[in-house]
Structure formats: structure tokens, C-alpha cells
């Protein structure tokens, strides 16, 4: 069993910058990777970015490749998603989910197990 707790997002003009943080608690040894998902309203779910727990090799989106980053801290069980150049388009609400697969498809989110809260990001134009 595991929980994830998200914090970090906000209001913030366009060009701007936030960092979402993903804390896991709970049994997260098996934890092999961390993708970071949104939902605008009216629109589905979709990929965002990605993280292989134990090597830390990532993958994104194209629509935020240049201006994402996702990174993690292993000691601290924490997940980020570091969110530059911020455009209106970025609005949505965003989560994490942690999946203890040895191998999964990052967009599918049938293949995760364990879901963040959601987090607002709201980009004002």
C-alpha cells in the first residue's frame, strides 16, 4: 500500500515557473516508476512525463519537452516535476502515480498503481 501526496501547485502568469513535489509513504520499495499525468477540463487524462525509479532515466511528452523536467529524490521517497515557460494550454490538474511494474507503457494509466490527490495549475495568458 502506498500514498501519494502532492503539493506545489498555483497560480502563475504565462513564461512562468512551478514545481509540483510527489511524496510517497507507505511500501515503497517495489516502486519502479513515477508519471506525472494532467486533465484539463473537458479533455481526458493524458501523459505528461516520466521517471524509472532506480535509474532515473526520464521520458516526456512532446508538448513539454524543452520546458519539463521530472526528477526525483530517492532518500526522501519524493517525486518532482519541475514546469517552465509556462503557457495557458499547461492549465490543467495534474498527478502523479507510482507503478511497481517491471514494465509498462508510460501513457496507460490502467498500468499504475498508486495515484496522487491531484494538483492545480492554473497559467493566466
Known amino acids: 500500500q502506498v500514498t501519494l501526496v502532492e503539493s506545489g501547485g498555483g497560480l502563475v502568469p504565462a513564461g512562468g515557473s512551478l514545481r509540483l513535489s510527489c511524496a510517497a509513504s507507505?511500501?515503497?520499495?517495489?516502486?519502479?516508476?513515477v508519471g506525472w499525468f494532467r486533465q484539463a477540463p473537458g479533455n481526458e487524462r493524458e501523459f505528461v512525463a516520466g521517471?524509472?525509479?532506480?535509474?532515473?532515466?526520464?521520458y516526456y511528452d512532446d508538448s513539454v519537452k524543452g520546458r519539463f523536467t521530472v526528477s526525483r529524490d530517492n532518500s526522501k521517497n519524493t517525486a518532482y516535476l519541475q514546469m517552465n515557460s509556462l503557457r495557458p494550454e499547461d492549465t490543467a490538474v495534474y498527478y502523479c502515480?507510482?507503478?511497481?511494474?517491471?514494465?509498462?507503457?508510460?501513457?496507460?494509466?490502467?498500468?499504475?498503481?498508486?495515484w496522487g490527490q491531484g494538483a492545480q495549475v492554473t497559467v493566466s495568458s
Open positions: 502515480a507510482g507503478t511497481s511494474r517491471t514494465s509498462w507503457n508510460w501513457r496507460l494509466d490502467y498500468e499504475y498503481d498508486y
Open positions: 507507505g511500501r515503497t520499495f517495489a516502486t519502479r516508476g
Open positions: 521517471i524509472f525509479w532506480r535509474s532515473g532515466t526520464t
